[in-house]
């Protein structure tokens, strides 16, 4: 198996961690973002959608999704379950994994994409026709950013762990999140004390160096 990666991108950085996590070891290629390696025609020819993370697998199939990714190694390598392990925490985990990327990571996204020149006439990540930035959706992703930041905050205030007392998949794309946040200028205010707490714990873990 071979793993596309790049070292500076949100999805397989969420990758690396939880493969940390699990102690997993899988070849790694770099894609060259900034040089646009990843829409030209070799790296297209690997995924189509011209985005990474994307694994290719012994027989050629390729999954090119990060979340997909983690699935895929968490049915291969189900100790420690980091997408739960009774039917309630795998509903915990799938909710808050979904809501972070929804209302946290969308928001960033919208933020940086909509207003950075470096992504005009490329407003969504992948292999699209050009798509223009639009101005308003930036100001949505800072609006939405504060409400998320809130919402976390309240939730860690009523637990340890994103999903419960257990660590998860869902507070690896968190961490992912507030991290890729910052490249937006969207922080967390010294106000959220239970986000903070949780923040530093993650960040004391080793897989967060990946």
Known sequence: MKLYDADRAPSPRRVRIYLAEKAISVERVTVDLRAGEHLQPAFLAINPRGTVPALRLDDGEVIGDSTAICRFFEALHPDPPLFGARPVEIARVTAWTRRV?????????????NIATGFAGR???????????????????????EHFVATLDARL?????????RFSFADITAFVTVDFARATKLTVGEDAANLRRWYDAMG????AAA
């Open 204 to 207: 004391a873990r080793p897989s």
């Open 101 to 113: 990327e929804a209302e946290g990571y969308a928001a960033a996204v919208y933020a940086l994409r």
């Open 123 to 145: 407003a969504e990540a992948g292999h699209w026709p050009r798509l223009e930035q639009i101005p308003a959706l930036a100001e949505r992703g800072r609006v939405m950013w």
């Open 157 to 165: 205030g009523e637990s340890e762990w994103l999903a419960g007392d």
